[in-house]
């Protein structure tokens, strides 16, 4: 099992209860062949560190927020809108692109890039995680999982080899193994097998992977039991993969249990590669996970709740459809430099919501995804400086009072 050094002591890395002193900018470097990864910046009282992760398509500073794209396309917004948000990472859902248009229609058009007219770095996941969500009639064994599209009923069969296949035609820089992913509250005897399984295609997913051009990243399973996890971990780690994605969390468990999980990802995964935790996007866990060593993050909450009239800001969320923005002539947030911060009022984005008008859902996911690019650099930026202990603190002050003082960050 990777062997973690001791850095710091793990009862003081809360950032809300220690301070933190100038982070350490020793240089530690992992490369292969078109990727690589190097951490330039390291808080000395948490795991906390800034790096920059380099693929085929450009460098992506970390820690990153990677928008989602769930059919080829961020719900809303343009290509030139990502771009502007300071996104640099963005997320496509192989489930949905395998069963629509398909992986060789994508190939045809000039794979996935293409496709989202995006010449950044893109992450594919395998599919796993939507296939044990949305598929009907589900059959699971040794081979893969055959499953019924929830589309039109078609029978579907995804192996690992089969997983990595469909990737590479899509044509992502990171693609995911095919995994399991029970449910968080299933019988401990379930999630042992889905480790063990899980592992078992990892095993074949990397067997089976053929283009040097993209970076294959294996999952941990586990759910909330602390012994499965580290199995899973050193069972991965053996197969010395450019980067680890922590996956099974943000599925009901709370925060506190997904803290208890993430507390020992640091000694887990080794020191010199990506940690990417999966499909995590509240700003609180952001934060804790942050401490604990995660570089790389996805969900679809900026435009998902966008489109339900919901944004974020470095004060706290705001519900536009309330009628105290009715008369409010102020942006959203002062400081954001988004495109409907620069031109729309509270109470114009709020006219347009209970209008029904498209365009409310279209101004607050771009304004959303601009806030999380700019969370994450100010992140960087009080790593780089040695003030996240005292960031962590302002942050969750600001965006939900009520938790702050007793947040596990």
Known sequence: ???????????????????????????????????????????????????????????VDTPAFMPVGTCGTIKGVTRDHIVASGSQMILANTYHLLLRP??????????????????????TDSGGYQVFSLAKLRKVDEDGVTFASHIDGATVVLTPERAVRVQELLGADVIMQLDECPPHDAARDVIAGAVRRSAAWARRCAAAKSRDDQALFAIQQGGLHADLRAASAEAIV?????????????????????????????????????????????????????????????????????????????????????????????PLEESCPCLTCRHYSRGALRHLFLAGEMLGPILLSIHNITFFARFMAAIRAAIAAGQFASKARQWLGQMNPCRAGRQST
């Open 1 to 59: 099992m990777y062997n973690p050094r001791s850095r710091y002591n793990r009862n003081a890395c809360c950032p809300c209860n220690s301070p933190d002193p100038l982070a350490r900018q020793e240089s530690v470097m992992y490369a292969a062949g078109m990727f690589a990864f190097e951490i330039v910046h390291e808080s000395v009282s948490s795991a906390a560190r800034v790096g920059k992760f380099s693929t085929p398509h450009g460098v």
């Open 102 to 123: 398909g992986p060789e229609v994508v190939a045809a058009l000039g794979g996935v890039h293409n496709l989202m007219a995006w010449d950044g770095p893109i992450l």
């Open 238 to 330: 053996q197969l010395d993969l450019p980067g680890y994605a922590v996956g099974g969390l943000s599925v009901g468990e709370g925060h506190e249990a997904m803290i208890a999980v993430l507390d020992a990802v640091d000694g887990q995964f080794p020191r010199s590669k990506p940690r990417y935790l999966m499909g995590v996007g509240e700003p609180a866990d952001i934060l804790a996970a942050v401490t604990r060593g995660i570089d790389l993050f996805d969900c679809v909450l900026p435009t998902r709740n966008g489109r339900n009239a919901f944004a974020y800001t470095f004060s706290g969320p705001l519900r536009m459809r309330n009628a105290c923005h009715t008369g409010d002539r102020s």
